[in-house]
């Protein structure tokens, strides 16, 4: 991590902002505070950021308008703040491009390690330079590897991957993501409706399953990339 790294704070309570303010300053962070949306935009239009701190809860437009409308010019990561009990804000931020999120109240130290893993986060340019080609069929092609939503299906080289349905969903959500690292709280937030403590236990286990089925070299993959303290990336280039 850079010890300047930038920070914009989105966060409309003066004295939460000047708390974090104080305390990101003290761990080498350089902080700039926005209390609504309208000033986040325009500051991030302005200015050259390294992340985001974003509450949800902003007193002129939803957090997650200005997620949406950050993810479609800038790829910064985003840390959400939320107070909100429903998890549906947490899979929608998660959908539209939000890296992490941190439910409201919170102690400064998690804050501080959630923000450093999402700028570790940040991966070399050959992972995120292309997308992924979905055609009509809604297929999405990886190189070599398809993985067919519709047919719940995967093939690699045109041959069937064996996986289960557990692990389907699962590498499905990483290719819909692909070239953003995806913590093991993301995953479980954007795989819905599976027994969520169950499968956190075994994340690793279908991992490495999943990894034998799609790669050509499981001890020394490239299509799914374990960042250190971080989290999955599925990469967009491949081959």
């Given at each position: 991590m850079n010890s300047v790294?930038?920070?914009l704070l989105v966060e409309d309570d003066p004295r939460l902002?000047?708390?974090l303010t104080e305390y990101l300053g003290q761990a080498g962070f350089r902080v700039t505070h926005a209390p609504t949306?309208?000033?986040a935009m325009e500051h991030i239009a302005a200015a050259d950021i390294d992340a985001?701190?974003?509450?949800l809860m902003l007193p002129d437009m939803d957090g997650l308008d200005v997620c949406r409308q950050l993810r479609a010019t800038s790829d910064v990561p985003v840390l959400m703040l939320t107070a909100r009990g429903d998890a549906i804000d947490r899979i929608v931020g998660l959908e539209i491009g939000?890296?992490?999120?941190?439910?409201?109240?919170f102690e400064p130290r998690e804050l501080l390690a959630r923000l450093r893993a999402i700028l570790r986060r940040r991966v070399d340019p050959r992972h995120v330079d292309a997308r992924?080609?979905?055609g009509n069929d809604g297929v999405l092609r990886f190189g070599r590897l398809e993985i067919d939503p519709a047919a719940h299906a995967t093939r690699l080289d045109g041959q069937p991957c064996e996986l289960t349905a557990y692990q389907f969903d699962l590498l499905l959500v990483l290719a819909r993501h692909a070239g953003r690292v995806l913590s093991r709280d993301a995953l479980m937030d954007l795989l819905k409706g599976e027994p969520l403590e169950a499968f956190d236990r075994s994340i690793d286990v279908h991992m490495s399953r999943i990894r034998a089925a799609v790669e050509d070299d499981p001890k020394k993959p490239r299509r799914i990339i374990t960042v250190r303290g971080a989290g999955?990336?599925?990469a967009k280039v491949q081959d």
């Open positions: 790294d930038r920070i902002a000047e708390m949306g309208r000033a985001v701190i974003l509450d939000a890296d992490d999120y941190l439910p409201k109240p992924p080609a979905a999955y990336l599925f």
